[in-house]
């Protein structure tokens, strides 16, 4: 398999994300899939003074991406998506399964993409169906789920992530 020297569209299918036509799934040692499938630059950092065996790995020139690691096993893949021009985020297409997600992700929009999911308020004009950094959670099977986390505006989805329940 060629290995990836950029990234344009992420998409999240059932219990892996992948970035391009390159799959990458939780568990999965980052090292062995770095030497095997990336050709892109990127940085490891440790993202918790109390846990030095947690890891954020983000890739050079691609904003919006973080694959998070314990003890080099991924335990988290996160994508965030357009809020404003000023803030980091993911500028290439994300698809949820065939489904690319519009931008701005707006809150209002979850079921487009989740019509499985249960959410306790309506979709409403009037007022906030969410509170700012609240996340919500779609499980995928008995292991993962995709988590949604609004952002700084409680209208607007802030991040994307497949991660363990």
């Known amino acids: 398999m060629k290995k990836l020297d950029n990234i344009n569209y992420i998409i999240f299918k059932s219990d892996k994300v992948y970035l391009e036509n390159t799959p990458i799934a939780l568990g999965v040692n980052i090292q062995d899939w770095l030497s095997e499938y990336c050709g892109i630059s990127y940085q490891a950092e440790?993202?918790?003074?109390?846990?030095?065996?947690?890891?954020?790995?983000?890739f050079k020139n691609i904003s919006g991406l973080a694959i998070y690691t314990e003890h080099s096993l991924i335990t988290r893949i996160s994508v965030y998506t357009y809020v404003y021009d000023s803030s980091p985020h993911f500028k290439g297409d994300i698809y949820i399964e065939e489904k690319k997600i519009e931008v701005p992700f707006l809150s209002n929009d979850i079921e487009k993409y989740f019509p499985d999911i249960k959410v306790k308020r309506p979709p409403?004009?009037?007022?906030?169906?969410?509170?700012?950094?609240?996340?919500?959670?779609?499980?995928?099977?008995?292991?993962?789920?995709?988590?949604?986390?609004?952002?700084?505006?409680?209208q607007y989805i802030g991040s994307i992530s497949l991660k363990y329940l």
Do not use: C, Q, W
């Not at 440790?46 to 983000?58: D, N, Q, R, S, W």
């Not at 509170?131 to 952002?151: C, I, W, Y």
């Open 46 to 58: 440790k993202y918790m003074i109390e846990f030095p065996e947690h890891e954020e790995y983000v």
């Open 124 to 154: 409403s004009k009037v007022i906030d169906r969410f509170t700012a950094r609240e996340s919500l959670d779609f499980p995928f099977n008995e292991l993962l789920k995709v988590e949604m986390s609004m952002g700084r505006e409680p």
